[in-house]
């Protein structure tokens, strides 16, 4: 499974910015799809998930009610709607495929700044 990024940028707070994740290869192997982000000096944090059998995506809390997952089966493509953004928002936000067997597959990440 590969994995590619787009849609991050620069907005100021409260803007809103659409990611996408476009997942190639062995797609059918994939049991959970995810967006992670890791802020300057900060571990990885993991931002929202769906399992691919499951319409109903989770969130961080961080993030509730104002991000949104959205996948597009046909075209193997993940969403992340990042609306009413803050500065701790800024982050690289990584597209994530897990294999319960095989383990996880990452992304190159895409950047999302967001301004005072």
């Known amino acids: 499974v590969q994995l590619v990024e787009s849609g991050g940028g620069s907005v100021q707070a409260g803007g809103s910015l659409r990611l996408s994740c476009t997942a190639s290869g062995s797609t059918d192997s994939i049991n959970e799809l995810a967006w992670y982000r890791q802020a300057p000096g900060k571990e990885r944090e993991l931002v929202a998930r769906i399992l691919v059998t499951s319409n109903f995506p989770i969130y961080a809390a961080s993030v509730k009610g104002r991000f949104t997952l959205s996948r597009d089966k046909g075209k193997n493509m993940m969403y992340l709607q990042m609306d009413n953004l803050k500065p701790d928002d800024t982050a690289v936000y990584y597209c994530?495929?897990?294999?319960?067997?095989?383990?996880?597959?990452w992304g190159r990440g895409t950047q999302v700044t967001v301004s005072p």
């Open positions: 994530n495929a897990q294999n319960y067997l095989l383990g996880d597959t």
